[in-house]
T-cell receptor
Framework: QQQVKQSPQSLIVQKGGIPIINCAYE??????FPWYQQFPGKGPALLIAIRPDVSEKKEGRFTISFNKSAKQFSLHIMDSQPGDSATYFCAASVGNQGGKLIFGQGTELSVKP | KAGVTQTPRYLIKTRGQQVTLSCSPISGHRSVSWYQQTPGQGLQFLFEYFSETQRNKGNFPGRFSGRQFSNSRSEMNVSTLELGDSALYLC????????????FGEGSRLTVL
């Protein structure tokens, strides 16, 4: 019940395409859903996050869509660029355990020029 | 503002030895969490500290331990190293344990031979 399932494992898109990464969870106590971006040799960096009372959140070219009834959320990257090539992780946490993130397995994104 | 600093960045140990990793959080952040990252298991939560108290612990054996000092700096220790402990150990800080907005360091890469 503590798992967060992420798909696909890897994704290749052309520059300008819109990669979509999906995550699903079971624990209805989760109330914070961040996405992290990780480049090789670096630690994960917070990209964007959403709480269950919102169905969509946009920050620049990154959009989270959240479906509370289906217990699913996804990341869309608009107008993707080669510099977006990285590994993306979805995660979830419970309010008073903010330091304990449950991560998905990650999606390795490659954006071809 | 300086980010999360982890030392050492790389280290090689042999089975049976012990290792201590250090983390300096972002100035003003009082919560520190530790994660283990491996290709097979992904990002897994180890433990979380706030105001020198362990608030949460993941599903790791007792060989893994940590502590936090009054200046919020944290250390983690792994005793009796096993080959499977080879991983990237990531430290993350946040201003409070109620937020999932974590700022990660670049990690300490441990290789156990």
């Amino acid at each position: 019940q503590q798992q967060v399932k992420q798909s696909p494992q890897s994704l290749i898109v052309q520059k300008g395409g819109i990669p979509i990464i999906n995550c699903a969870y079971e624990n209805t106590a989760f109330d914070y859903f961040p996405w992290y971006q990780q480049f090789p040799g670096k630690g994960p960096a917070l990209l964007i996050a959403i709480r269950p009372d919102v169905s969509e959140k946009k920050e620049g070219r990154f959009t989270i869509s959240f479906n509370k009834s289906a217990k699913q959320f996804s990341l869309h990257i608009m107008d993707s660029q080669p510099g977006d090539s990285a590994t993306y992780f979805c995660a979830a946490s419970v309010g008073n355990q903010g330091g304990k993130l449950i991560f998905g397995q990650g999606t390795e994104l490659s954006v071809k020029p | 503002k300086a980010g999360v600093t982890q030392t050492p960045r790389y280290l090689i140990k042999t089975r049976g030895q012990q290792v201590t990793l250090s983390c300096s959080p972002i100035s003003g952040h009082r919560s520190v969490s530790w994660y283990q990252q491996t290709p097979g298991q992904g990002l897994q939560f180890l433990f979380e500290y706030f105001s020198e108290t362990q608030r949460n612990k993941g599903n790791f054996p007792g060989r893994f331990s940590g502590r936090q000092f009054s200046n919020s700096r944290s250390e983690m220790n792994v005793s009796t190293l096993e080959l499977g402990d080879s991983a990237l150990y990531l430290c993350a800080s946040s201003w409070a344990f109620t937020t999932g907005e974590l700022f990660f360091g670049e990690g300490s890469r441990l290789t156990v031979l």
